[in-house]
């Protein structure tokens, strides 16, 4: 079924997430009509709008660094018009735009780059703020460790690695559940509720310093069998990443630098909020990763060509197909939560011949590798999430899909 038919059938849930060349086309906007708040006050207006491109000055961060002279994305014949429907009703790029206050968007088919917007302050230069965007960059560093022979299989228990993890929730538990946000931990996401465990973790390990992030993960309790349930919740995440840490001896940035940024020609370093300051500190792997939006778009690049990279093989042979196809029944279609019409598999959101990485406040990067089309989009919604937006999102996907398919 492709994604127009399937578009059409959907129900929109907006509970399912609770989760270089020529110059740009960018709104000439003062900077200072843009304020950046500080760890509390920038999640609301009239902050949020600067403050999701200053989220590493912010917070405690680390840089991912570039390395050697950045790739080229050439720019191919421009699109012009494009209008989309939702519900039988007409609506221009222009109304998304508005509708969503998106601060960038970015289409590359080809390789070549055929739409670029920024607004609201933005430009092709500002670090935007990806949100849950980096669950899909984490679940690649677990492939590139996997490629690198430290660890054997998806399958193995994590505690094999972390065996700091044993009685835990997460003892036995396979790094594949976890990928799949199936591992039956104990752990109440909710951003709208004070005593969720999201926001305790969030507020004493990011906004605060004052716990280790990786503390939560240790002390996380079992509420369900792996596989059992697919519940979307950060600490995965966070055991993926100390995972990958662990096994590197790297830091996150450190080991994203070396086999995403320097290799793929990244032309700006990007930076990851941290727990802290200094060496030990260890990156927010569920969130809070920063780049530009060409940079983000180069990785889309790189699977939408199955993991190559100017004729070089970065990604495991077949990673991305295991990656993006939902392989168990509780992350199937329609499984995920009622109504809703997206799977999941490996930190990624599949659709029928896609996969997207999703962040909260809006931010997507949709990947098509039989079209070989990439589309990034940063924005600043009011709300956590909206599955009226996500549909209009969908449906403009869709639409630029439709108009330059091959």
Partial sequence: MRMDSWLKAATISATALLILAGVASADQVDENEYPVGDRTTMWADPYLIGSLRHVGEIFASRPVRRGGVASILPRGEQMLALEYDVNGQSHRLEDYLERTRTTGLIVVKDGQIVLERYRLGADDRSLLMSMSVSKSFVSTLVAFAISDGLIKSVEDPITDYLPKLRGSGYEGVPIKAILQMSSGVDFFESYGTPTSDFNRMWNESVRDNKTPINQFVREVGRLR????RFYYAAVETVALGWLVSRVTGKTLSDYMSEKLWGPLGMEA????????????ASEVAFCCLSATLRDYARFGLLMAQDGMWRGKRLLPAGWIDSATRPDRPQVQPGRLSRGYGIGYQYH??????AFMAQGVNGQFLYVDPDEQLVIVITSAWREWWSGILENHTLALVDSIARNLRN
């Fill in 225 to 228: 069998e792996p596989y059992e």
């Fill in 269 to 280: 370093d990007a930076n990851w909020v941290t727990d802290g300051q200094g060496e030990t």
């Fill in 348 to 353: 990624w959101w599949t659709l029928p011949d």
